[in-house]
């Protein structure tokens, strides 16, 4: 359970590691099979354990662990070897930006300054979908001193894994930080 990513794969050096966590049902699978270029299915399982998926993203190689929203515990041994963060909303349930802002805590007090953190504001596609701009405000007005820590890299990115938009906006401004 304490296993590092890096002891349980053998890395590259160009290789980059990201961690793709959120709450349960935010459409980390959707996503991450949407970077692919898999199928996308209306009815994804929802994910027991963890998914991995090596692609290639504008020549960045990155090896992408998703993290089950049902196994928040686990994915808290892997944030060492993470070189940056996706952290995935389901945008339309305002409801749960309490528990959203909680886990987020969660991922920047754990994770090292320097690590970019891409939060993909998902579902867009969704009539009662909160606007990234929205997900922002909230997301910053609730945990202030943690999002302007000086040099945390961080975006909202508006996403819609059942049909792509804004995706690859948000997977370039990642490539672009991991770069920096």
């Not at 794969?9 to 990201?18: A, K, L, P, S």
């Not at 992408?64 to 339309?92: N, R, T």
């Not at 995706?167 to 770069?179: C, I, P, R, T």
Request: with cysteine.
């Amino acid at each position: 359970m304490g296993q590092s990513l890096s002891s349980l794969c053998d890395f590259g050096e160009t290789e980059r590691r990201i961690l793709m966590v959120g709450l349960d049902g935010s459409g980390k699978t959707t996503i991450l099979n949407r970077i692919r270029g898999g199928a996308t299915f209306h009815d994804v399982e929802t994910t027991n354990g963890f998914n991995l998926e090596t692609v290639d993203v504008n020549g960045a190689t990155l090896t992408i662990w998703d993290i089950g929203g049902k196994c928040l515990p686990l994915y808290y041994h892997y944030y060492q070897d993470a070189h940056a963060f996706v952290f995935v909303i389901d945008s339309s349930d305002e409801m749960r930006m309490k528990q959203v802002s909680m886990e987020l805590t969660h991922v920047l007090k754990a994770s090292r300054v320097n690590r970019p953190v891409l939060i993909l504001a998902n579902k867009q596609e969704l009539p009662m979908a909160m606007p990234a701009t929205k997900v922002r405000e909230q997301l910053t007005q609730a945990l202030p001193e943690l999002l302007r820590e000086p040099d945390r890299q961080w975006i909202v990115q508006g996403t819609s894994g059942a049909n792509g938009s804004g995706l690859d906006v948000g997977m370039d401004w990642l490539v672009n930080a991991l770069g920096n």
